[in-house]
Each structure stands twice: as C-alpha cells, then as structure tokens.
C-alpha cells in the first residue's frame, strides 16, 4: 500500500505537467548580461516563479524528469517499451539513449505520450530494507511538449522511505542545469543552474497531512537578464487534495540575493489563503501584494 502511494504521487506530478556582503542591483556578470532589478514588479515575478515552482510537488520539473525519465529507462531494460516514432536503445553502460522518441505508452494515461523525448539516461539503485535510492544521471535530456520544452543536464537522487505513519521522499540536485522554454503567449526562456537543490516532502498518514521542505541555490537566466539566489520554504498542506490544487495551510518561502542579502523576497500564507509577497531592495519593503498560489 505505501509503495503504491509512492508510486502514485510521483506519477501524479508527470500528469499535471514546472549569502552575504553588498552588491550593485544594476551590476553585469562577466558575460555583460544585466542583473534583475529588485525594485521592478517584473524581478518579483520571474525570480518568486523560479522559486515556488520548484517548492512543491504540483509543478515541479524535477520530480516531473525524474518520473518520466526513470519509468523509460525501467520499462526499456525490462523489455517492455518501444518508440511509436523515433528510436531507442541500451547501451553497453546499460544507460539508455533516445532520439526524438514519440507516442510511447506510460503508467497511469490512458493515451500515448504526446511529446518528444530525446538523450542518455543512467539509473543505478541502492536499495536498503530502509529505504530506496536511486540516482538518475541524465544527459541531453530534451522533453519537448506541446506548450513547453524541459532540457535537463547532470544527476538527481531520489530516496523514499516509510515508517508505520510517515512517506517521505527526498530528490537532491546538485551542479546540474535546467532550462525551460515557454511556446505559448510571451514564450518566455529560463535557464538554472541548480547548486545544493533538496525537497523533501513528508506524508503522515494518519493524518493525511503534508509538510514540504525545499533549499538551494538558482544561478537564474530570464530572458538574458540574470539573478542569483539562496531560497529556503517550508509548505504544509491538510491533505493530498490540497497539495494538488496548491492550496496549502501555510507556508513560509525565503529568498535571498546571493550577492547582496538586502535583496530579498518573503512569501507567506494570508489570512485568506492567498499567498502575500514583500520584495526588498537594498533593505527597503518596496513591493508588497497578494496572489493566488496557482498564479506562480
């Protein structure tokens, strides 16, 4: 029953498929690339998005990668996966290679995978009578979807363990890049490169409650313009319906400039349930408003 729980909340998140000393705000890095001004709705915005999305299970795009990928690369060393389009095959590392597969069949959809997925997938297990390890490392990874494109490159390490009353899962990402392309309306472009990344999401059940921990480091790229960030949250949520619909009971979301720790955004649960934003620049509030939680 619990590993099937597991196994559901991940499967779940590919179906709804997302320091210290002072600084200059206006500095350019080496590659002459403008920073993101905190005094700007806009930084607010792209920089809180970057965050949020990467703080809880709903719209995730590292628990999204992890799924997808580990359920082909189990289904193709089982013999049991083909490309509609496209082609795949082991290598003598046994990592698998795609290029541009297509219209292949996945757990819990009742219709063919509509994107394209291309790149080299490495899955080792450390499975204990603890726990389940199991570290993803993944090359050229290209997702491309009809509203999106998701390329990831480097390694993620999922570990999920229970007790009597308590799930928890855990995926630690470290030197390794994301990027992600909008098609659709502004077809906007990000690009991470994530440092010391960690979720954990504990699930008591008993209670049907649900607490998510996330820290890390973003070296962000929005559309040419850059940010540097040290994040931390923490998210509860009464029950799974909650979490899914990210509506959750309250949360607390701390980010910081990496280069300059009076930059800094707060995000935290209002009294009815929306999330409240307060931006600072240089240590002055200059930005605050109110936002549903679905809108990040």
């Known amino acids: 029953m619990k590993n099937k729980f597991l196994t559901t909340i991940l ?3 590919l179906a709804l498929l997302t320091a210290c000393g002072d600084g200059d705000d206006n500095q350019t890095d080496f590659n ?66 795609l290029n541009n597969c297509k219209n292949f069949n996945y757990p819990f959809q009742d219709t063919p995978f509509s994107g394209t997925v291309s790149g080299t997938i490495q899955s080792i297990s450390n499975n204990t009578t603890a726990s389940l390890k199991n570290e993803l490392k993944l090359s050229n990874i290209n997702i491309d979807l009809s509203e ?19 799930i928890k899962q855990t995926y630690e990402v470290d030197q390794s890049t994301l990027e992600l392309v909008e098609k659709l309306d502004n077809k906007n ?14 699930y008591y059940l008993s209670s049907s409650h649900i607490e998510d921990f996330t820290k890390g ?7 040419g313009n850059i940010f540097s960030v040290n994040f931390a949250s ?13 509506k959750p009971s309250s949360a607390n979301v701390e980010i910081t400039d990496l280069y300059n720790q009076r930059n800094a955004i707060s995000i935290n649960q209002a009294t009815n349930g929306t999330a409240l934003v307060s931006t600072y620049a240089d240590g002055k509030l200059v930005q605050t408003f109110s936002q549903d939680w679905n809108e990040f």
């Open 189 to 202: 472009h990000y690009l991470y490169n994530l440092k010391n990344y960690q979720f954990i999401s504990n």
């Open 148 to 166: 999106k494109s998701i390329i990831f490159n480097g390694k993620i390490i999922q570990t999920s363990s229970s007790t009597y009353d308590l």
């Open 32 to 97: 002459g690339k403008q920073k993101l001004d905190y005094k700007k709705v806009e930084t607010t915005e792209i920089i809180s998005k970057s965050v949020v999305n990467l703080s809880h299970i709903s719209n995730n795009s590292i628990l999204y990668i992890t799924g997808l990928t580990q359920s082909i690369y189990e289904r193709v060393t089982n013999l049991d996966f083909s490309c509609g389009t496209g082609t795949v095959k082991i290598n003598s590392d046994n990592s698998i290679t």
């Open 11 to 13: 499967y779940i998140s």
């Open 217 to 223: 480091e973003i070296d962000g790229e929005f559309n």
């Open 234 to 246: 923490i998210l509860n949520f009464s029950t799974l319906k909650d979490l899914l619909d990210l």
